[in-house]
């Protein structure tokens, strides 16, 4: 999967925050990413999320790659767009500060993560909490593998 294979939504949920004024010099800043698991799950890791942004300044970006099935053309999911972004947008509403959520339609969730994250990023992934080795703890080893700064938050 390349980049053009890939078509981006984003909805922002505003939050209170200082504005940056005119002219203001342009300031890197330190980004959390969230990668959507499971209602229960990401709205655990959003918290922590939140808890780790405000330490660090940082802005939360929820990462939703949204698998569309090979029969189907890429532009047309399974399920309507405006649909999985409103979800989405309500998991925003649930956090304390500003979070963008970037839906990605793709064909390879794992392919999809490895174009988008960018090289070291601070991931946080949510997860059921299980004895056995579940999908989202493999996703924590692979993004773990590729660099990334991995923080696995495991609900009960």
């Known amino acids: 999967m390349g980049k053009g294979d890939e078509m981006v939504q984003e909805v922002l949920a505003p939050r209170p925050g200082r504005p940056v004024e005119p002219g203001e010099p342009a300031q890197w800043r330190c980004e959390v990413t969230v990668v959507f698991t499971s209602p229960a799950a990401t709205l655990a890791a959003l918290r922590r999320a939140a808890a ?68 070291c990023s601070l991931v946080v992934v949510g997860a059921q909490k299980r004895p056995w080795p ?23």
């Open 134 to 156: 579940t999908e989202e703890k493999a996703l924590a080893r692979m993004l773990r593998r590729e660099g990334h700064k991995v923080v696995l938050i495991e609900k009960e």
């Open 52 to 119: 780790l942004a405000s330490q660090l300044a940082a802005e939360i970006n929820l990462v939703a790659p949204h698998v569309v099935p090979y029969p189907l053309p890429l532009e047309n999911p399974p399920v309507r767009l405006a649909l999985t972004e409103s979800r989405f947008a309500d998991f925003a509403k649930e956090s304390p500060i500003e979070i963008k959520v970037r839906v990605y339609l793709c064909r390879d969730r794992w392919e999809a993560l490895k174009v988008v994250l960018h090289p």
